[in-house]
């Protein structure tokens, strides 16, 4: 059993950073495959990035150069840092985790573990 808080989201202005943390507890991220979602009311959660050993991908072009995901192994914590926020970047952002590699995991259904969510808003 793994459990997962994320943090750092909040209210920021378009053209600006956030960095999301995940922090896992009950086992080591290293044996996992991690992912960020999120998600607006009304539609279906979408993929954001995700990474096992090393290894990350990506979700919409969207966010591709502008969001990116790393692990810090001592802290047990996957970070989301996203860059040159933009309004329709406003959504709930969730940390979500499986057993095992699963490189170019996107679906939400490939996961087993998900944390509360954070909300992250981007005004214009």
């Known amino acids: 059993q793994v459990q997962l808080v994320e943090s750092g989201g909040g209210l920021v202005q378009a053209g600006g950073s956030l960095r999301l943390s995940c922090a896992v507890s009950?086992?080591?991220?290293?044996?996992?495959?991690v992912g960020w979602f999120r998600q607006v009311p009304g539609k279906e959660r979408e993929f954001v990035s995700g990474?096992?050993?090393?290894?990350?991908?990506s979700g919409p072009d969207s966010v591709k150069g502008r969001f990116s995901i790393s692990g810090d192994n001592a802290k047990n914590t996957v970070y989301l840092q996203m860059n040159s926020l933009k309004p329709e970047d406003t959504a709930v952002y969730y940390c979500?985790?499986?057993?095992?590699?699963?490189?170019?995991?996107?679906?939400?259904?490939?996961?087993?573990?998900w944390g509360q969510g954070t909300q992250v808003t981007v005004s214009s």
């Open positions: 979500a985790a499986r057993p095992g590699l699963r490189v170019g995991a996107s679906r939400p259904s490939e996961y087993d573990y």
């Open positions: 009950g086992r080591s991220f290293s044996s996992y495959t």
């Open positions: 990474t096992v050993a090393g290894i990350s991908w």
